[in-house]
C-alpha cells in the first residue's frame, strides 16, 4: 500500500457516533507534568516525554501519518488523545470546513498505537473505494465530507507563533534579579519594564534607604546588561498550538503541544 495513498478511516454514520464526534473536545497534557505522548505523569516536570521509547513512537507514528495528509491536502491539521478516542482534525487547503475523525481507544495501549491502527485500517477502507471504480479525489472529498463538523472554528487548529527571548545564562539571571519574566520582553515595551522594574527595586535596595549594598550592586548590573540586550534583541520562534500536536502543510512537519 502506498503511504502517500493512506486516508482517514471511514466513521460509521449512525446517529450515536455522530453525537459522540459533537462532544468529544481535545485534551491533552501540555507542561502539566505528564508525558505528551501517552499521558503518563512525568518524574521530572521539566521533561516532556516519560521514556525515550514513548517519544520514538509517537514521532514515528506522526510520520507515517504525512502520507494521508498529503492525500487530503491537508493544509493544518491537530492530533490529541483522551482517555477514550484519540482524534484528528483535519483541514484542507481547499476548506473552510474541520473533519473530525475519532477513533476508540483500546485499553492497555498508547494513543500512537491507536492512531497507527487509524492510519492503516483507513488506507484500507480508502483502496477500496478507488478499487469499486470511484476516484481518488472523489473518495477523499466523501471521507472529508462525511466527517465535517462546522461546530469547530478552523482557526482552532492553526497553529500559533510564540516568540520567545533568546538568553544567555547570565541574561536569564539578570531577568530573575529584575523579577521579570520572559514574556515581559516579548513586547515593544520590554526596556520601559526592564526600567521600570529596576525602579521598583532600587528604593527597596539602595543603601541610603537602608538596603542592602551587595544587592543593590548586583541590581545595577543586572539593569545594566538587559538593557545592552534590548539595544540588540534576539528571539527565536515556534509555530504550534497548545494542549495537543499541530501540522503545518506548508513545511510538512508535526510540532509538539507548546
Avoid at 531577568?175 to 519574566?181: C, R, T
Amino acid at each position: 500500500m502506498n503511504g502517500c495513498e493512506f486516508i482517514i478511516r471511514i466513521m460509521k454514520t449512525s446517529k450515536d457516533q455522530l453525537t459522540c464526534n459533537n462532544l468529544v473536545k481535545r485534551s491533552m497534557p501540555a507542561r502539566t507534568g505528564k508525558c505528551i505522548s501517552c499521558g503518563a505523569v512525568l518524574v521530572k516536570r521539566s521533561r516532556r516525554y516519560c521514556t525515550e521509547g514513548c517519544r520514538r513512537q509517537i514521532n514515528w507514528v506522526l510520520a507515517l501519518s504525512k502520507g494521508l495528509l498529503k492525500t487530503f491536502n491537508v493544509r493544518y491539521a491537530a492530533f490529541s488523545f483522551t482517555g477514550e478516542y484519540v482524534i484528528l482534525d483535519l483541514l484542507p487547503l481547499w476548506s473552510k470546513v474541520i473533519s473530525r475523525f475519532i477513533y476508540s481507544r483500546k485499553p492497555g495501549r498508547k494513543p500512537a498505537e491507536d492512531l497507527k491502527d487509524l492510519v492503516l485500517q483507513s488506507g484500507a477502507e480508502w483502496h477500496s473505494m478507488v478499487n469499486n471504480n470511484n476516484s481518488k479525489s472523489y473518495a477523499s472529498l466523501f471521507l472529508l465530507q462525511k466527517n465535517h463538523n462546522i461546530d469547530i472554528n478552523p482557526n482552532s487548529i492553526k497553529p500559533d507563533r510564540k516568540i520567545n527571548p533568546r538568553l544567555s545564562k547570565y541574561e536569564n539571571r539578570c531577568l530573575k534579579i529584575l523579577k521579570l519574566e520572559r514574556k515581559d520582553l516579548s513586547t515593544d515595551c520590554h526596556a520601559v519594564k526592564i526600567n521600570s522594574a529596576y525602579k521598583k527595586l532600587a528604593k527597596i535596595h539602595h543603601p541610603d534607604k537602608g538596603g542592602d549594598e551587595a544587592k543593590f550592586k548586583q541590581l545595577n548590573e543586572a539593569h545594566k546588561q538587559m538593557l545592552l540586550w534590548v539595544e540588540n534583541p534576539n528571539y527565536t520562534s515556534k509555530k504550534a498550538l497548545y494542549g495537543c500536536w499541530s501540522y503545518d502543510g506548508s513545511v510538512g512537519r508535526w510540532s509538539p503541544p507548546l
